[in-house]
């Protein structure tokens, strides 16, 4: 219905310039005419006015305070976004940060436990170490206290050999028995009584 009045209104519009075309001229002046012309004139202007008012303006205005609305919540939502984006971009800003604090952190750690791994390993190796060389040493002086007893034993076996085989070639039947009886006297007085 709108639409209808919209198109009538405009139609009638157009169709008074023609109309005054086929009046005859009396004169180029823009003030010729008589009062009722004047008058018509007016009172069309003020119907399509009131038209335009009635049926045109405020679908127009009510079209641009739309139009306006929705400009002025897009401004809005573009820029709560842009904060959303900002607050997320500190907050994920904050988030890298902390997390490349921590990847040091985790390195250090990492180094002071890799450090702290191999002080103990290395006073472990060297305690170990110290052991081994301290039973090799004990072991080396068993050995050798074991060798030279037996080297001892041997030696006094062979002397007593020696001896002994040293006394029969030149101790007579006397001199024999007169050490048996040197050795016998000598046994007793160590003896205790």
Excluded: C
């Excluded at 390993?121 to 037996?150: F, G």
């Excluded at 007593?160 to 028995?177: F, H, P, T, V, Y």
Aim: positive net charge.
């Amino acid at each position: 219905m709108r639409q209808r009045l919209l198109a009538v209104g405009f139609l009638t519009l157009v169709a008074l310039p023609v109309h005054a075309a086929e009046e005859p001229a009396g004169g180029l002046s823009p003030f010729a005419g008589n009062v009722g012309n004047a008058i018509w004139t007016l009172a069309i202007f003020l119907i399509v006015v009131i038209v335009l008012g009635k049926f045109a303006w405020g679908p127009v205005l009510t079209l641009l305070r739309q139009r306006e609305d929705f400009i002025q919540r897009s401004l809005s939502e573009a820029k709560r976004n842009r904060d959303e984006a900002e607050a997320r971009l500190k907050e994920y800003g904050a988030k890298l940060r902390s997390a490349q604090a921590e990847a040091v952190s985790i390195i250090d750690q990492a180094r002071r436990d890799a450090e702290r791994l191999r002080e103990e390993l290395r006073t472990r190796a060297q305690t170990e170490a110290d052991t081994l060389v301290r039973n090799a040493e004990r072991q080396i002086q068993l050995e050798t206290s074991r060798a030279l007893q037996q080297i001892r034993h041997e030696a006094a076996d062979l002397s007593i050999m020696i001896a002994s085989k040293l006394i029969q070639r030149n101790l007579s039947k006397e001199d024999n028995e007169k050490l048996i009886n040197d050795a016998l006297s000598q046994i007793e007085t160590r003896r205790p009584h």
